[in-house]
């Protein structure tokens, strides 16, 4: 990897949830296969992360498996280990003392202001009380994971904002405290508008089964599509629809771009049913996302080729971690 020419280093990091959804590449992967031109990237398997909703054995050994669906994703997706690093999280451990470390100069005031924080409070149906440590610091062990390898540029959605925000409040304080140590990371908001779900009610999401896995087969994604939920308003094929409203509407944007002009005619003017424009969009998908599948296929059927580039990652991310933690020791006074 060269640095030379290069805009900056980019630090991002995703939860291993398993195989990712259109939403998914729609809205970061996407970006992060086209940030390489212009940054040195470094792509992280956030598994310690994950351990904040994993308190059972159940839970964390899926982590796992799922990190290894989610990398192959990338890869496919054109997340090139060539000229960035990818790696897992807690393959490089000083990450966790950097955490630590952090941590001692975090007020709490800071963490229990986090929006998201309270957010998951309400999710969880928790308090401050039984909420666990680690949650509480979550952001914290971000904000590790982005200075430990001093990336200046953190490409996140809006709702990581107040995280990279207390992540420069952390830094502002570290550089203060201890002299200049690391660049105050900014965060490169993904300009996406929202992927809908085929339920056509919220956000695309596993959790709420309303996606289309971009490993799914060409016969799935087209089941899915046919289910998917279009304009409620449009009852019989001679009603005009409202492409508006209709998030099947919306995906043709991705997947037929030279189409939707066409599409939207069709359907304002009632020329086109629902069935025949899923069709469309089922197609579009599945045109896109061929080569992807192929080159899935490829990567997955050699054997322990995803295990080897992540430890190749590790490696590479190893190295700067322990410099920068041998600087953080000294600056502390504890080398
Ligand atoms: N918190 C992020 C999320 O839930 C994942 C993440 C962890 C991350 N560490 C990061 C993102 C560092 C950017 C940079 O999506």
Redesign the pocket.
Known sequence: MTTNAKKGRI?????PSGRLHLGNHIGALQNWVNLQQEYECIY?A?DI?ALTDSASKDATSQIKPNIYEMVLDWLAAGVDPEKSIIFV?SHVREVVILHGILSMFTPMGWLMRVPTFKEKLRQLDATEHTVSYGLVG?PV??TA??ILYKADT????E??LP?LELAREIVRRFNHLFGPTFPEPKAKLTTYPLVVGLDGQSKMSKSLDNHIELAASPEDTTKKVMKAVTDPNRKFLSDPGRPEVCNVFALHKYFNPDKVDQIHQQCTSASIGCVQDKQLLAKGINDKLNDLRERRQELASKKGLVEEILMDGAAKAQTIARETLGQVMERLGLA
Do not use: A, K
């Open positions: 630090f991002s990091g995703m939860r992280c956030v992360h999280q979550y062990l971000m994971d982005i953190v490409p996140v959605g709702d990581q995280h």
